[in-house]
């Protein structure tokens, strides 16, 4: 059977690019923690459900004073590719566009 964007709206979640490799996302259907566990950083966002495979993501907390200048920034990310348990994410914020692939391991 095939995946659907919906099977991805929550869950937790880890970042084939070696840059993000320390990174954990945990999405409910409104929320997700991002948290770098070796640096000790966590960041919440409000998550608002566009279409079923678009949200919009806004930081709405962090646990580190040198990350509050995140808190209001929203981004648009959209699902365009599904393969298995990896998805191929594109990030819009400010007019720059990013492609990263996630990883649902939960």
Avoid at 5 to 33: A, E, W
Avoid at 48 to 60: G, N, Q, R, V
Wanted: hydrophobic share 30%.
């Amino acid at each position: 059977q095939e995946k659907q964007c919906s099977d991805f709206k929550f869950g937790k979640f880890t970042y084939s690019d070696p840059d993000y490799s320390d990174l954990i996302t945990v999405r409910t259907d409104s929320l997700q923690t991002d948290s770098y566990p070796k640096m000790g950083w966590e960041m919440t966002s409000r998550i608002k459900w566009l279409t079923d495979c678009k949200y919009e993501m806004e930081y709405i907390k962090v646990n580190d004073s040198k990350m509050e200048s995140l808190i209001g920034i929203k981004y648009v990310i959209e699902i365009i590719e599904i393969k298995e348990n990896k998805i191929m994410c594109r990030t819009e914020s400010d007019g720059i566009t990013v492609d990263k692939e996630m990883i649902k391991t939960e």
